[in-house]
Structure formats: structure tokens, C-alpha cells
């Protein structure tokens, strides 16, 4: 198992930034990929940002030179730093882990999720 705890969450203005960590707990040495998604009222849980356990990024088009994801391995940590918040960055914001288990030559996936944490960017 592994526990996903997230902070930094807030209220900010627009053009404001804010950090969001997650920290994880229990198997995190199995632990191939983490990320941030975002869920906006009424609408789906949509990925923000991926960083792979080698280091590799991804972005969703809407937070591209805005937002960056980066990893502490030694901390067991994933951060957010969303720079120049805008109103329809508002979101419950999601840390998210994938762990990788071999078991007798088959590979299982399993996906967990931290609590969430609201982020709030007024106009």
C-alpha cells in the first residue's frame, strides 16, 4: 500500500503562485510514476502534470510554462509550482501514485490517490 498526503493548497489571487506537495508513505520503493490531477466542479478528474521515476514530464496544453512538476526520491515527495494561477486553474487538486508489482512474471498496476486539496484563484 502507499498513503499520499498533499498541502500547499490555498486561496490566491490571479497571477499568484502557489506550491503543492505530496508525500508518500509505506511501498514507495515500487512507485514508477507520480502526478497531479485536478477535478472542477461538475467536471471530470483530468491530469495536470506526470513525472515519471526517471525524471521525465508531462503537462496538460492549459498549464504548459505555467506549472512545474518535480520529484525528491530521498524525500519520497512530488511538488507543483503553479505559477501565474488563473480563475479556471480552481480545482480540488490530486496527488497521484502508480506502483508496479512483479509477481511470478506478471506485472499488476496499482494506482493510489491522496485526499485532495482545494486551490482557489480569485479574479
Known amino acids: ?8 493548497g490555498g486561496l490566491v489571487q490571479a ?8 508525500v508518500a508513505s509505506g511501498n514507495t520503493f515500487s512507485i514508477k ?6 477535478q472542477a466542479p461538475g467536471k ?4 495536470v502534470a506526470g513525472i515519471s521515476d526517471g525524471g521525465s514530464t508531462n503537462y496538460a ?13 530521498a524525500k519520497n ?3 507543483l509550482q503553479m505559477n501565474s494561477l488563473k480563475p479556471e486553474d480552481t480545482a480540488v487538486y490530486y496527488c497521484n501514485a502508480k506502483r508496479i508489482r512483479i509477481v511470478a512474471g506478471s ?11 482545494q486551490v482557489t484563484v480569485s479574479s
Open 15 to 22: 497571477g499568484g503562485s502557489l506550491r503543492l506537495s505530496c
Open 44 to 47: 471530470q478528474r483530468e491530469l
Open 33 to 38: 510514476s507520480m502526478g497531479w490531477y485536478h
Open 1 to 8: 500500500q502507499v498513503q499520499l498526503v498533499e498541502s500547499g
Open 77 to 79: 515527495t512530488v511538488y
Open 107 to 117: 506485472t499488476y498496476e496499482y494506482e493510489y490517490w491522496g485526499q485532495g486539496t
Open 61 to 73: 496544453d492549459s498549464v504548459k510554462g505555467r506549472f512545474t512538476i518535480s520529484r525528491d526520491n
